[in-house]
């Protein structure tokens, strides 16, 4: 299997334009997550997927962020408007249902918004 | 709710040196415990896994044994070379309202000289 896969891995824009981030976990799968990672604020969950369906959407910072998983196999994760401070490195991963199973992260995307 | 403390970095140690990165927990149920592993520029990757209580993970020289009993999952290697230069992170897993609740400590970088 070639692994979670990660959709830009390297973005730059300016501030104030909108920024679409893809993934596609690990086939067989249900459970996806995305995360954000900053020197300042570490490792933090921003949503969680399971079976398509959104369970967990209160680490999402703002309304300018939004996520969506319209099929098994592939996920967006939207920022409009972006801004400097959204500047990180967005992981997704995924796993199997169960308290178990571990989760497999992507190589994530490095975000620089200027 | 559930949370994962980790000891603080970074941890810097000469090579062959003993390594130890203490984690506890807090959770209401019967989690499974993980170390996850991130090298520079990388994402997270599972490291090794315990899955009930007395329970002993190991993987590449590393190991860590679920301890319910001073809710611990401690990570020890006996002799660290360079290539274990990396941040390691703690985490829990659990089921909650019936969904897979994964939560994270903070990470500990290991920085390691020869």
């Known amino acids: 299997d070639a692994g979670v896969i990660q959709s830009p891995r390297h973005e730059v824009t300016e501030m104030g334009q909108e920024v679409t981030l893809r993934c596609k976990p690990i086939s067989g799968h249900d459970y996806l997550f995305w995360y954000r990672q900053t020197m300042m604020r570490g490792l933090e969950l921003l949503i969680y997927f399971n079976n398509n369906v959104p369970i967990d959407d209160s680490g999402m910072p703002e309304d300018r962020f939004s996520a969506k998983m319209p099929n098994a196999s592939f996920s967006t994760l939207k920022i409009q408007p972006s801004e400097p401070r959204d500047s990180a490195v967005y992981f997704c991963?995924?796993?199997?249902?169960?308290?178990?199973?571990?989760?497999?992260f992507g190589p994530g995307t490095r975000l620089t918004v200027t | 709710g559930n949370s994962v403390t980790q000891m603080e970095g970074p941890v810097t140690l000469s090579e062959e040196a003993f390594l130890t990165i203490n984690c506890t927990y807090t959770a209401t149920g019967y989690p499974s415990l993980f170390w996850y592993v991130q090298y520079p520029g990388e994402g997270l990757q599972l490291l090794l896994k315990a899955t009930k209580a007395d329970d002993k993970g190991s993987n590449k020289g590393f190991e860590a044994t679920y301890r319910k009993e001073t809710t611990s999952f401690h990570l020890e290697k006996g002799s660290v070379q360079v290539s274990d230069s990396a941040v390691y992170f703690c985490a829990l897993s659990d089921r909650s309202g019936g969904y897979q609740k994964v939560t994270f400590g903070t990470g500990t970088k290991l920085q390691v000289i020869p």
């Open positions: 991963a995924s796993s199997l249902g169960g308290a178990t199973y571990e989760q497999y």
